[in-house]
């Protein structure tokens, strides 16, 4: 077995508010080979993006990591300092934002922002850099991206703009790419293009990717394994095919029943009951239990994470083995 190249433990990420201390990640645990994709998929406020941002260290007041560990490549990231960990973002670990205007200067050509990102970690030539600018370039399929390097990003479609994004953070040739919803805002023959792209590119490099999502069925076109976040927690985790043919936990399987996919023309979508809970407030016990169909007395202390052949579930009742109701 190959050692992980990204080992989380026990995240725990709070934020502390006027208003109480939200849970935005509750003891998350994975893992992540070299070159391995995983799906983070979820509703929106579900703890996704707040771990990918945990996992780079880039958590503003008033949050924070109390609780767990990250290790990358074996350096526990947890206990760096904020100049240390400066030094690894974009060189051992990256990210790609949902926006990429949120990225991109309009002030400088896309050369330029290349540059300056290479620059923060290395030494080139100005023809160096512009050699492996252009061929990343190429790499994300941007055409004649020699002379693409000179034009500005207000010069460039969205779609031509979230391959630069990629681009740029592939620049180092990270151990991990955080994707944080990247394709959201693109059509579906960009996205499904963009998706092809960054598995080539994740076999090429042996660059492991995290791509964050609330859409499943794009996911799990791209990921061998899955993550399913609820209430900033891990409810289930496991191989692609294997959770997608016999998911364990409830919530996993009412996110698979409700894709269009799964229901017949003409029928309405399935959809799960009832509204995510507040952050603030969670129910005690299980927070899926208020709109679970199968929640029981039992349910009222918190599930621990259990393991079996590869895979994870955190619930009492799982789908498919849910013993009778208790009185």
Not at 51 to 69: A, H, K, M, W
Not at 98 to 107: E, F, G, H
Not at 210 to 215: A, G, P, R, Y
Not at 251 to 273: D, E, F, K, N, V
Request: charged share 20%; proline share 7%; aromatic share 4%.
């Amino acid at each position: 077995m190959t050692d992980p190249v990204l080992s989380v433990q026990n995240l725990r990420t709070h934020f502390f508010t006027r208003a109480g201390v939200v849970k935005a990640v509750d003891d998350v645990s994975f893992d992540l080979a070299p070159g391995e994709i995983m799906g983070l998929v979820g509703e929106s406020g579900s703890g996704k993006t707040v771990t990918g941002f945990s996992l780079l260290g880039l958590v503003d007041e008033p949050g924070r990591i109390v609780e767990g560990s990250i290790r990358l490549q074996g350096t526990e990231l947890t206990t760096l300092s904020d100049a240390e960990l400066r030094k690894r973002r974009g060189r051992e670990i990256s990210m790609i934002f949902q926006d990429p205007i949120a990225t991109l200067n309009p002030m400088l050509t896309i050369g330029q922002q290349m540059r300056l990102a290479i620059d923060a970690h290395e030494r080139l030539s100005k023809r160096a850099a512009e050699a492996r600018s252009a061929q990343l370039l190429e790499q994300v399929g941007i055409p004649s991206a020699s002379a693409r390097l000179r034009a500005y990003p207000h010069e460039f479609s969205g779609g031509m703009r979230q391959r630069v994004a990629i681009a740029i953070a592939l620049l180092h040739r990270p151990a991990v790419i955080v994707a944080d919803e990247p394709t959201t805002a693109l059509d579906v023959s960009i996205q499904a293009q963009i998706l092809f792209q960054m598995r080539d590119l994740a076999a090429e490099t042996g660059t492991a990717l995290i791509w964050i999502s609330h859409d499943l069925a794009v996911v799990s076109s791209l990921a061998s394994k899955l993550a399913v976040m609820y209430a900033g927690r891990i409810v289930e985790q496991g191989p692609t095919a294997t959770l997608l043919r016999d998911p364990r936990h409830p919530y996993t399987a009412g996110l698979i029943a409700s894709l269009p996919a799964m229901t017949a023309p003409g029928t309405p979508l399935t959809q799960i009951p009832g509204t995510t809970p507040s952050l603030l407030s969670l129910p005690p016990g299980c927070p899926f239990a208020p709109r679970c169909e199968f929640a029981t007395k039992a349910c009222m202390a918190e599930p621990e994470m259990q393991t079996a052949g590869g895979r994870g579930w955190r619930c009492f009742h799982p789908v498919g083995h849910t013993a009778e109701a208790l009185t």
